[in-house]
Nanobody, 116 residues
């Protein structure tokens, strides 16, 4: 059984910062890509950032220059540093991981609310 647990969400004023973390636990060989998605009320779930096992990254245009994804392979953990937050960043943020021989898994989500 594999579990992804996110932390770090909360309420912040516009212009502020938050750091999300997601740790995978259970029977894990290694993790390929790790991703962050977000879903605002009434909207679809969108990809925010992705990082490969080797550290290559990609970002949605809406967060480029403000968000940074990173990972610690030894800890099976992915991070999302979010700076210069805007009200439109308000959403539930989900961790997503592609685990070798275990398939893809989702975290339970963490709420990020940015007040204007």
């Amino acid at each position: 059984q594999v579990q992804l647990v996110e932390s770090g969400g909360g309420l912040v004023q516009a212009g502020g910062s938050l750091r999300l973390s997601c740790t995978a636990s259970g029977s894990i060989f290694f993790i390929n890509a790790m991703n962050w998605y977000r879903q605002a009320p009434g909207s679809q779930r969108d990809l925010v950032a992705t990082i490969t096992r080797g550290g290559s990254t990609n970002y949605a245009d809406s967060v480029k220059g403000r968000f940074t994804i990173s990972r610690d392979n030894a800890k099976n953990t992915v991070y999302l540093q979010m700076n210069s937050l805007k009200p439109e960043d308000t959403a539930v943020y989900y961790c997503h991981a592609d685990l070798a021989f275990r398939g893809v898994h989702w975290g339970q989500g963490t709420q990020v609310t940015v007040s204007s």
